[in-house]
C-alpha cells in the first residue's frame, strides 16, 4: 500500500507492508523528527492498535535531549531566580546547626534519645549485686570463723560477766588466729554500721550523691574504722597512764571482744532491711538498741575491771562519758557532716 505524505517541510511516499509497518519510501527527504501524529495519519483508518504501535516504532526513534542554556527568567521581579529542578544537592543547613563552629559542638556524641523520660529506679541494696556479694562474702566468712572459734567465744562469754580473780595475768589466753578472727569480726562491724548510716541518710536526707553509692559507703566504713582504731588508742593510753598494765591488758581484750560481737549481733538486722524490706525505721531502733546495750556492756566491765576495788566509784561516770559517749557523739557528727558534702544539693 503506498501512501503520499506531505507537511510544510518535504513530501515522501511510503510503502506499508500488510502489517503497516514501511516497506520503502521513494526519495526520502526527511529532515526532523516525526511526531506520532503524522505516523499515524499515514495509516488507514481501519488500522488495528498494533499496526499503529509498530508504525510509531518503526518510523519514531529516541534521539538525545538537549535542555536549553538560557537563563531562567521565570521570578518576580527584584528577587533572585530559582534553583533549578534537576539540582538535587542537599541545602547547607541539613548537617548544619546552631552551635556548629564553635568549641561546644559535638555531633559524635549521643545526644539523648526522643520522647519522655521514665522515672528511675530507685537505689536499692537487694537489687546491688556488689553489696549483696560483699555481704554473702562476709556471712560464709563469719560462719567459718564462728566454728573454728566458737570454743573461744563461749570462753569469753562465760568470764565475760566475772570479775578478773588473778589481776596479775592478763586474762583468757588469745591465739593468733582468734585475734584475726576478732579484728575481721570489727571490720565486719565498721561495713555494717557504714551500711545502717546509709540506709539512714536515704531516708532522712536523700539517695541522690555527688559520687558513687559504693564510695560513699567506703567513706562512711573508712570513718567508722578511724573512729575505732583512735578510740582503741584513747582507751589504751588512758589504762597505761592510770591504771596498771595488767588491768590494762584484760580491758583491751574485752573491748576488743565487744567490738566483734557487735558486728554479729547487727548483721542480721541489715539482711531483714537489705532483703525483706523490713521498715528503715525499725532496724535503725534495733541498731540502737544494741548499741546501747553494748554500751552498757562496756561501763559494766570497765567497773568490774578498774573501779571495783577503788574508792573513788563515781569516777567511772566520768571515764566512761569522756572514752565512750564523747567520742561516739562526736562520729554521728563526722558522718552528718560528710553525709552533707557528698549528697546533691538543689
Given amino acids: 500500500m503506498n501512501t503520499l505524505a506531505s507537511d510544510s517541510i518535504h513530501t515522501e511516499e511510503i510503502i506499508l507492508n500488510e502489517d503497516g509497518q514501511v516497506g520503502g519510501a521513494a526519495t526520502p527527504r526527511q529532515h526532523h523528527q516525526l511526531t506520532p501524529a503524522q505516523v499515524l495519519s499515514w495509516l488507514p483508518k481501519n488500522a488495528t492498535p498494533e499496526q499503529q504501535d509498530s508504525a510509531i516504532q518503526a518510523n519514531i526513534k529516541p534521539s538525545e535531549i538537549t535542555w536549553s542554556q538560557q537563563p531562567d527568567t521565570l521570578h518576580l521581579p527584584g528577587h533572585t531566580a530559582g534553583r533549578s529542578w534537576r539540582d538535587v544537592s542537599m541545602p547547607e543547613f541539613h548537617g548544619d546547626s546552631f552551635l556548629h563552629g564553635q568549641p561546644y559542638f559535638n555531633p559524635e556524641l549521643f545526644g539523648g534519645r526522643q520522647g519522655v523520660a521514665g522515672d528511675p529506679v530507685p537505689y536499692s541494696i537487694a537489687r546491688d549485686n556488689v553489696i549483696t556479694g560483699l555481704l554473702l562474702f562476709c556471712f560464709i566468712i563469719a560462719a567459718i570463723a564462728f566454728a573454728k572459734s566458737k570454743r573461744f567465744v563461749y570462753k569469753q562469754a562465760r568470764h565475760f560477766f566475772r570479775p578478773p580473780h588473778d589481776e596479775r595475768t592478763s586474762g583468757i589466753t588469745e591465739t593468733s588466729g582468734e585475734v584475726r578472727v576478732q579484728f575481721f569480726f570489727v571490720l565486719q562491724s565498721c561495713l555494717l554500721f557504714a551500711l545502717m548510716y546509709f540506709f539512714h541518710l536515704q531516708i532522712r536526707a536523700t539517695d541522690t550523691f555527688i559520687i558513687d553509692q559504693y564510695q560513699v ?123 552533707n558534702c557528698l549528697k546533691v544539693n538543689f
Avoid at 584513747?234 to 558486728?263: P, Q
Fill in 217 to 339: 559507703i567506703g567513706v562512711f566504713a573508712l570513718v567508722n574504722l578511724a573512729y575505732v582504731l583512735l578510740k582503741s588508742a584513747a582507751y589504751w593510753i588512758t589504762g597505761w597512764v592510770f591504771f596498771d598494765r595488767r588491768l590494762n591488758d584484760i580491758w583491751m581484750k574485752s573491748y576488743l571482744f565487744l567490738l566483734a560481737m557487735e558486728g554479729v549481733c547487727i548483721f542480721p538486722a541489715v539482711m531483714l532491711q537489705a532483703y525483706f524490706e523490713v521498715p528503715v525505721e525499725t532496724t535503725l531502733v534495733c541498731t540502737g538498741a544494741v548499741i546501747a546495750l553494748f554500751k552498757m556492756l562496756a561501763l559494766y566491765k570497765s567497773y568490774i575491771i578498774f573501779f571495783r576495788h577503788s574508792g573513788h566509784s563515781l569516777q567511772i561516770f566520768l571515764y566512761f562519758c569522756t572514752l565512750e559517749l564523747l567520742p561516739f557523739m562526736m562520729l554521728l557528727g563526722v558522718l552528718d557532716i560528710i553525709g
